[in-house]
T-cell receptor, first 110, second 112 residues
Framework: DVKVTQSSRYLVKRTGEKVFLECVQD?????MFWYRQDPGLGLRLIYF???????EKGDIPEGYSVSREKKERFSLILESASTNQTSMYLC?????????FGQGTRLTVV | RKEVEQDPGPFNVPEGATVAFNCTYS??????FFWYRQDCRKEPKLLMS???SGNEDGRFTAQLNRASQYISLLIRDSKLSDSATYLC?????????????FGTGTKLQVIP
Protein backbone atom coordinates (compact mmCIF):
# COMPACT_ATOMS: atom_id res chain seq x y z
CA ASP A 1 0.00 0.00 0.00
CA VAL A 2 1.28 3.45 -0.93
CA LYS A 3 1.70 5.67 2.03
CA VAL A 4 1.96 9.44 1.86
CA THR A 5 2.46 11.04 5.25
CA GLN A 6 2.14 14.69 6.11
CA SER A 7 3.86 15.83 9.27
CA SER A 8 0.89 17.58 10.90
CA ARG A 9 -2.90 17.30 10.70
CA TYR A 10 -3.53 20.72 12.24
CA LEU A 11 -1.30 23.78 12.52
CA VAL A 12 -1.91 27.27 13.85
CA LYS A 13 0.67 29.89 12.95
CA ARG A 14 0.97 33.65 13.31
CA THR A 15 1.08 36.12 10.44
CA GLY A 16 4.65 36.61 9.26
CA GLU A 17 5.95 33.28 10.54
CA LYS A 18 7.90 30.97 8.27
CA VAL A 19 6.00 27.70 8.01
CA PHE A 20 7.26 24.31 6.89
CA LEU A 21 4.90 21.56 5.76
CA GLU A 22 6.57 18.19 5.32
CA CYS A 23 5.48 15.29 3.16
CA VAL A 24 7.05 11.84 2.91
CA GLN A 25 6.13 8.98 0.56
CA ASP A 26 7.36 5.41 0.81
CA UNK A 27 6.84 4.12 -2.73
CA UNK A 28 9.83 5.57 -4.59
CA UNK A 29 7.54 7.77 -6.71
CA UNK A 30 9.15 10.26 -9.05
CA UNK A 31 6.40 12.87 -8.92
CA MET A 32 5.24 14.78 -5.88
CA PHE A 33 2.73 17.60 -5.60
CA TRP A 34 1.44 20.21 -3.20
CA TYR A 35 -2.17 21.38 -3.47
CA ARG A 36 -4.36 23.61 -1.41
CA GLN A 37 -8.08 22.98 -1.15
CA ASP A 38 -10.57 25.74 -0.42
CA PRO A 39 -14.39 25.66 -0.44
CA GLY A 40 -15.74 26.44 -3.88
CA LEU A 41 -12.28 26.48 -5.45
CA GLY A 42 -11.38 22.81 -5.31
CA LEU A 43 -7.80 21.58 -5.38
CA ARG A 44 -5.31 24.05 -6.78
CA LEU A 45 -1.75 23.06 -7.61
CA ILE A 46 0.92 25.10 -5.83
CA TYR A 47 4.14 23.34 -6.88
CA PHE A 48 5.19 19.96 -8.12
CA UNK A 49 8.43 18.07 -8.52
CA UNK A 50 9.28 15.28 -10.95
CA UNK A 51 12.72 14.47 -9.56
CA UNK A 52 15.08 15.25 -6.73
CA UNK A 53 16.05 18.92 -6.71
CA UNK A 54 13.63 19.61 -9.56
CA UNK A 55 10.56 21.78 -9.07
CA GLU A 56 7.94 23.41 -11.22
CA LYS A 57 5.43 26.12 -10.41
CA GLY A 58 1.82 25.13 -10.40
CA ASP A 59 -1.14 27.44 -10.78
CA ILE A 60 -0.75 29.43 -7.53
CA PRO A 61 2.93 29.48 -6.46
CA GLU A 62 2.97 33.01 -5.07
CA GLY A 63 3.93 33.15 -1.42
CA TYR A 64 5.24 29.57 -1.43
CA SER A 65 8.46 27.75 -2.14
CA VAL A 66 9.38 24.05 -2.09
CA SER A 67 12.33 21.82 -1.43
CA ARG A 68 13.06 18.29 -2.65
CA GLU A 69 16.45 17.20 -1.39
CA LYS A 70 15.52 13.51 -1.23
CA LYS A 71 13.21 11.52 -3.46
CA GLU A 72 10.85 10.57 -0.65
CA ARG A 73 10.46 14.03 0.88
CA PHE A 74 8.80 17.14 -0.54
CA SER A 75 8.52 20.21 1.66
CA LEU A 76 6.27 23.22 1.20
CA ILE A 77 7.48 26.49 2.70
CA LEU A 78 5.42 29.56 3.42
CA GLU A 79 8.07 32.25 3.58
CA SER A 80 5.92 34.71 5.54
CA ALA A 81 2.52 33.30 6.41
CA SER A 82 -0.52 35.43 5.73
CA THR A 83 -4.16 34.98 6.69
CA ASN A 84 -5.13 34.25 3.06
CA GLN A 85 -2.95 31.14 3.27
CA THR A 86 -5.32 29.60 5.79
CA SER A 87 -6.38 26.45 3.98
CA MET A 88 -6.21 22.67 3.75
CA TYR A 89 -2.90 21.60 2.23
CA LEU A 90 -2.66 18.23 0.49
CA CYS A 91 0.49 16.50 -0.62
CA UNK A 92 0.36 13.80 -3.31
CA UNK A 93 2.76 11.48 -5.06
CA UNK A 94 2.44 9.52 -8.29
CA UNK A 95 4.42 7.22 -10.52
CA UNK A 96 2.19 7.23 -13.57
CA UNK A 97 -1.12 9.04 -13.52
CA UNK A 98 -2.80 7.90 -10.33
CA UNK A 99 -2.13 10.29 -7.47
CA UNK A 100 -1.98 9.15 -3.84
CA PHE A 101 -2.72 11.78 -1.26
CA GLY A 102 -1.59 12.40 2.26
CA GLN A 103 -4.20 13.00 4.95
CA GLY A 104 -3.92 16.77 4.66
CA THR A 105 -2.74 19.58 6.92
CA ARG A 106 -5.29 22.13 7.99
CA LEU A 107 -3.31 25.35 8.45
CA THR A 108 -4.78 28.36 10.19
CA VAL A 109 -2.87 31.64 10.07
CA VAL A 110 -3.92 34.14 12.72
CA ARG B 1 -13.66 29.44 -18.42
CA LYS B 2 -12.43 26.91 -15.88
CA GLU B 3 -10.41 24.00 -17.21
CA VAL B 4 -12.64 21.51 -15.44
CA GLU B 5 -16.18 22.32 -14.35
CA GLN B 6 -18.54 20.40 -12.13
CA ASP B 7 -21.90 21.15 -10.58
CA PRO B 8 -21.06 21.54 -6.88
CA GLY B 9 -24.43 20.12 -5.78
CA PRO B 10 -25.35 18.98 -3.24
CA PHE B 11 -27.25 16.14 -4.83
CA ASN B 12 -29.59 14.76 -2.20
CA VAL B 13 -30.91 11.36 -3.30
CA PRO B 14 -32.78 8.57 -1.49
CA GLU B 15 -31.16 5.20 -0.92
CA GLY B 16 -31.55 2.97 -3.95
CA ALA B 17 -31.76 5.84 -6.42
CA THR B 18 -29.62 6.24 -9.52
CA VAL B 19 -27.65 9.46 -9.74
CA ALA B 20 -25.42 10.88 -12.46
CA PHE B 21 -22.77 13.58 -12.41
CA ASN B 22 -21.26 15.31 -15.39
CA CYS B 23 -17.99 17.13 -15.69
CA THR B 24 -16.90 19.28 -18.63
CA TYR B 25 -13.33 20.09 -19.61
CA SER B 26 -12.05 22.85 -21.85
CA UNK B 27 -8.76 21.47 -23.20
CA UNK B 28 -9.38 19.28 -26.23
CA UNK B 29 -5.85 17.86 -25.86
CA UNK B 30 -6.76 16.24 -22.54
CA UNK B 31 -5.70 12.62 -22.49
CA UNK B 32 -6.57 11.01 -19.19
CA PHE B 33 -9.65 11.22 -17.05
CA PHE B 34 -10.48 10.04 -13.57
CA TRP B 35 -13.06 10.22 -10.83
CA TYR B 36 -11.82 10.62 -7.29
CA ARG B 37 -13.89 10.32 -4.15
CA GLN B 38 -13.31 12.51 -1.10
CA ASP B 39 -15.01 11.80 2.20
CA CYS B 40 -15.60 14.61 4.67
CA ARG B 41 -12.30 15.73 6.24
CA LYS B 42 -10.36 13.06 4.39
CA GLU B 43 -8.00 13.03 1.44
CA PRO B 44 -9.17 12.29 -2.13
CA LYS B 45 -8.84 8.70 -3.32
CA LEU B 46 -9.05 7.29 -6.82
CA LEU B 47 -12.48 5.87 -7.55
CA MET B 48 -11.99 4.92 -11.17
CA SER B 49 -10.27 5.85 -14.40
CA UNK B 50 -12.42 6.81 -17.37
CA UNK B 51 -11.72 5.12 -20.68
CA UNK B 52 -12.92 6.07 -24.15
CA SER B 53 -14.98 2.91 -24.35
CA GLY B 54 -16.58 3.57 -20.98
CA ASN B 55 -16.02 1.39 -17.96
CA GLU B 56 -18.00 -0.13 -15.17
CA ASP B 57 -17.07 -1.14 -11.66
CA GLY B 58 -19.97 -2.68 -9.80
CA ARG B 59 -22.61 0.01 -9.32
CA PHE B 60 -20.40 2.69 -10.84
CA THR B 61 -20.18 3.49 -14.55
CA ALA B 62 -17.90 6.11 -16.04
CA GLN B 63 -18.14 7.43 -19.58
CA LEU B 64 -16.17 9.81 -21.75
CA ASN B 65 -17.56 11.92 -24.57
CA ARG B 66 -14.62 13.49 -26.38
CA ALA B 67 -16.75 15.27 -28.99
CA SER B 68 -18.64 17.20 -26.32
CA GLN B 69 -15.72 17.22 -23.90
CA TYR B 70 -17.38 15.80 -20.86
CA ILE B 71 -17.12 12.80 -18.62
CA SER B 72 -19.85 11.31 -16.51
CA LEU B 73 -20.24 9.12 -13.45
CA LEU B 74 -23.36 7.06 -12.88
CA ILE B 75 -24.07 5.47 -9.52
CA ARG B 76 -26.83 2.87 -9.41
CA ASP B 77 -28.63 1.66 -6.28
CA SER B 78 -27.13 4.40 -4.10
CA LYS B 79 -25.97 3.43 -0.62
CA LEU B 80 -25.61 5.67 2.42
CA SER B 81 -21.88 4.98 2.22
CA ASP B 82 -21.75 6.62 -1.22
CA SER B 83 -22.22 10.02 0.46
CA ALA B 84 -19.07 11.96 -0.40
CA THR B 85 -17.70 14.56 -2.76
CA TYR B 86 -16.80 13.29 -6.22
CA LEU B 87 -13.92 15.02 -7.96
CA CYS B 88 -13.46 14.99 -11.70
CA UNK B 89 -9.80 14.93 -12.77
CA UNK B 90 -8.40 15.65 -16.22
CA UNK B 91 -4.80 15.55 -17.37
CA UNK B 92 -2.85 16.48 -20.47
CA UNK B 93 0.78 16.72 -21.54
CA UNK B 94 2.28 20.12 -20.92
CA UNK B 95 5.92 20.60 -21.86
CA UNK B 96 6.95 17.03 -21.12
CA UNK B 97 5.02 16.45 -17.93
CA UNK B 98 1.43 15.59 -17.20
CA UNK B 99 -0.62 18.52 -15.95
CA UNK B 100 -3.40 17.29 -13.71
CA UNK B 101 -6.41 19.51 -13.05
CA PHE B 102 -9.09 18.78 -10.47
CA GLY B 103 -12.67 19.93 -10.62
CA THR B 104 -14.15 21.53 -7.53
CA GLY B 105 -16.19 18.43 -6.78
CA THR B 106 -19.84 17.41 -6.66
CA LYS B 107 -21.27 16.66 -3.26
CA LEU B 108 -23.56 13.65 -2.96
CA GLN B 109 -25.74 13.03 0.06
CA VAL B 110 -27.65 9.75 0.12
CA ILE B 111 -30.64 9.93 2.41
CA PRO B 112 -32.20 6.96 4.24
Amino acid sequence: DVKVTQSSRYLVKRTGEKVFLECVQDMDHENMFWYRQDPGLGLRLIYFSYDVKMKEKGDIPEGYSVSREKKERFSLILESASTNQTSMYLCASSLQLEAFFGQGTRLTVV
Amino acid sequence: RKEVEQDPGPFNVPEGATVAFNCTYSNSASQSFFWYRQDCRKEPKLLMSVYSSGNEDGRFTAQLNRASQYISLLIRDSKLSDSATYLCVVSHLNGGYQKVTFGTGTKLQVIP
